[in-house]
């Protein structure tokens, strides 16, 4: 069992940034590849970013490429979401999560284990 913990949430301007950080407990997540994904209100949740086991490869949403950057430390059995240029449509509840592999992270049927979710939230 792997327990995920999302932090940095938060208010934030349009245009700001904002960086969400994913500690996992309970079991290594070195064999994992680690993703996030979004939930607005009234809508599915969605895949945003996902890197491989190692953090050599990343995958991105075509919403969010330019602008997120993922990461993933296997030593401190942490992982990162910088998100920069933020924009009202980014306005979401952001969840860490972790699956076998980067690509099948795409989707929510990938993943293996969830975090409880942060509330992000971008004003105009």
């Known amino acids: 069992q792997v327990r995920l913990v999302e932090s940095g949430g938060g208010l934030v301007q349009d245009g700001g940034s904002l960086r969400l950080s994913c500690a996992a407990s309970g079991r290594s997540i070195t064999p994992y590849a680690m993703g996030w994904f979004r939930q607005a209100p009234g809508k599915n949740r969605e895949f945003v970013a996902s890197t491989s086991r190692t953090g050599s490869s990343t995958y991105y949403a075509d919403s969010v490429k330019g602008r997120f950057t993922i990461s993933k430390d296997n030593v401190n059995n942490t992982g990162s979401l910088q998100m920069n240029s933020l924009r009202p449509e980014d306005t979401a509840v952001y969840y860490c999560?972790?699956?076998?592999?980067?690509?099948?992270?795409?989707?929510?049927?990938?993943?293996?284990?969830w975090g409880q979710g942060t509330q992000v939230t971008v004003s105009s």
């Open positions: 999560a972790v699956g076998p592999s980067g690509p099948t992270l795409a989707t929510p049927r990938g993943v293996n284990f």
